[in-house]
C-alpha cells in the first residue's frame, strides 16, 4: 500500500459510513478511520448546512432556513444519527435488562420512547436555530453544532471506552482515535469558531461559541455514560445518540446566549 492511499484510507471510510456521498472503493473496505476523522466531515457538513439555513432564512424565514438545514444534514447522513438516538431512547427508556435492551435496539421499528425523543429533539434544534440564524453571525453556531456533534463521536474511539456485547461497528472502531488525536481535533474546531466569531461579532460570540462547545461535548459524555452503565458499552447507535445530543446542547446554549 504506499503512502498516499494509506493517507486517504482514513477520511473516504469516515465520508463513505458518514455521508451519502460516493467514494472510491478504497473508502469502503474499512471502518477504522470513521472515527478519526468524522470531525473534518462535520466540518464540511456544517458548512453547507450553515450555508443552506442562511439562504432559507433570507429568502423565507429563520425558521424555514433551520428546518431546511436540519432536513439537508438529515438527507446527507441519511439520517444515521437520527435513527441511532431513537434506537437508544426505545433502549434505554423503559425500565429494562441490559440484554433486553440491547435487543430492541436492533430492531428495525421505532418505539414510543424513541418517537417523542426524536420529535421533541428535532422541535429543540429547529427553534434554536431559527432564533440562532435571526441574528448577525449566528450560523456560525449551527455549523459549529454540526462539528462538535462528530467531536462527541470520535471520543467513542478512544482506547479503554466499553464496547457493547454484539455491536459489530462498536468493535471496529474501538481504540482507533487517540487522546493526543482527539484534543487536538477540539483545540483545532474551539479556535476556528472563536476566531471566526470574534471577527464577525466580537469577543462574546466566541467566548460563547466555545462555552457552547464545552457543554455540547459534555451532553455527549452524559449518554455515553448512561449507555455505558445500562448497555455495557457503546455501540454505533449511541455514538449517533451522543452526536445528537451535543448538537442539540451546542443550538441552545448558543441560541441563549449568544448576543
Same mark, same amino acid.
Given at each position: 500500500?504506499?503512502?498516499?492511499?494509506?493517507?486517504?484510507?482514513? !477520511?473516504?471510510?469516515?465520508?463513505?459510513?458518514?455521508?451519502?456521498?460516493?467514494? !472510491?472503493?478504497?473508502?469502503? @473496505?474499512?471502518?477504522?478511520?470513521?472515527? !478519526?476523522?468524522?470531525?473534518?466531515?462535520?466540518?464540511?457538513?456544517? %458548512?453547507?448546512?450553515?450555508?443552506?439555513?442562511?439562504?432559507?432564512?433570507?429568502?423565507?424565514?429563520?425558521?424555514?432556513?433551520?428546518?431546511?438545514?436540519?432536513?439537508?444534514?438529515?438527507?446527507? @447522513?441519511?439520517?444515521?444519527?437520527?435513527?441511532?438516538?431513537?434506537?437508544?431512547?426505545?433502549?434505554?427508556?423503559?425500565?429494562?435488562?441490559? +440484554?433486553?435492551?440491547?435487543?430492541? &435496539?436492533?430492531?428495525?421499528?421505532?418505539?414510543?420512547?424513541?418517537?417523542? @425523543?426524536?420529535?421533541?429533539?428535532?422541535?429543540?434544534?429547529?427553534?434554536?436555530?431559527?432564533?440562532?440564524?435571526? #441574528?448577525?453571525?449566528?450560523?456560525?453556531?449551527?455549523?459549529?453544532?454540526?462539528?462538535?456533534?462528530?467531536?462527541?463521536?470520535?471520543?467513542?474511539?478512544?482506547? %479503554?471506552?466499553?464496547?457493547? +456485547?454484539?455491536?459489530?461497528?462498536? #468493535?471496529?472502531?474501538? *481504540?482507533?482515535?487517540?487522546?493526543?488525536?482527539?484534543?487536538?481535533?477540539?483545540?483545532?474546531?474551539?479556535?476556528?469558531?472563536?476566531?471566526?466569531?470574534?471577527?464577525?461579532?466580537?469577543?462574546?460570540?466566541?467566548?460563547?461559541?466555545?462555552?457552547?462547545?464545552?457543554?455540547?461535548?459534555?451532553?455527549? +459524555?452524559?449518554? #455515553?455514560?448512561?449507555?455505558?452503565?445500562?448497555?455495557? *458499552?457503546?455501540?454505533?447507535?449511541? &455514538?449517533?445518540? &451522543?452526536? +445528537?445530543?451535543?448538537?442539540?446542547?451546542?443550538?441552545?446554549?448558543?441560541?441563549?446566549? &449568544?448576543?
Amino acid at each position: 500500500m504506499s503512502d498516499r492511499r494509506a493517507w486517504w484510507a482514513g !477520511p473516504l471510510e469516515s465520508v463513505a459510513l458518514l455521508t451519502v456521498v460516493r467514494v !472510491p472503493a478504497a473508502g469502503t @473496505t474499512s471502518t477504522r478511520g470513521v472515527l !478519526p476523522w468524522a470531525p473534518l466531515v462535520g466540518l464540511a457538513l456544517g %458548512g453547507v448546512a450553515a450555508g443552506v439555513g442562511v439562504l432559507g432564512a433570507h429568502l423565507v424565514s429563520p425558521l424555514a432556513g433551520a428546518v431546511t438545514a436540519l432536513a439537508l444534514l438529515a438527507t446527507l @447522513t441519511r439520517a444515521l444519527h437520527l435513527d441511532g438516538l431513537a434506537d437508544t431512547a426505545d433502549g434505554l427508556g423503559p425500565l429494562r435488562g441490559r +440484554e433486553r435492551a440491547l435487543q430492541v &435496539m436492533h430492531q428495525g421499528d421505532v418505539g414510543p420512547f424513541g418517537v417523542v @425523543t426524536l420529535v421533541l429533539t428535532l422541535l429543540l434544534q429547529a427553534a434554536a436555530g431559527a432564533a440562532l440564524l435571526a #441574528r448577525d453571525g449566528g450560523w456560525l453556531a449551527l455549523w459549529t453544532a454540526v462539528v462538535v456533534a462528530r467531536l462527541a463521536m470520535a471520543r467513542a474511539g478512544l482506547p %479503554g471506552t466499553p464496547t457493547a +456485547e454484539g455491536s459489530s461497528l462498536g #468493535r471496529a472502531v474501538a *481504540g482507533t482515535v487517540s487522546r493526543p488525536w482527539l484534543v487536538g481535533w477540539v483545540l483545532i474546531c474551539a479556535a476556528l469558531a472563536a476566531a471566526a466569531a470574534w471577527l464577525l461579532t466580537g469577543p462574546a460570540a466566541a467566548a460563547v461559541l466555545v462555552g457552547a462547545l464545552a457543554a455540547g461535548l459534555l451532553a455527549g +459524555e452524559a449518554v #455515553r455514560a448512561r449507555a455505558s452503565a445500562r448497555l455495557g *458499552g457503546v455501540t454505533g447507535d449511541v &455514538m449517533g445518540a &451522543m452526536g +445528537e445530543a451535543a448538537a442539540t446542547v451546542v443550538l441552545l446554549v448558543a441560541a441563549a446566549s &449568544m448576543p
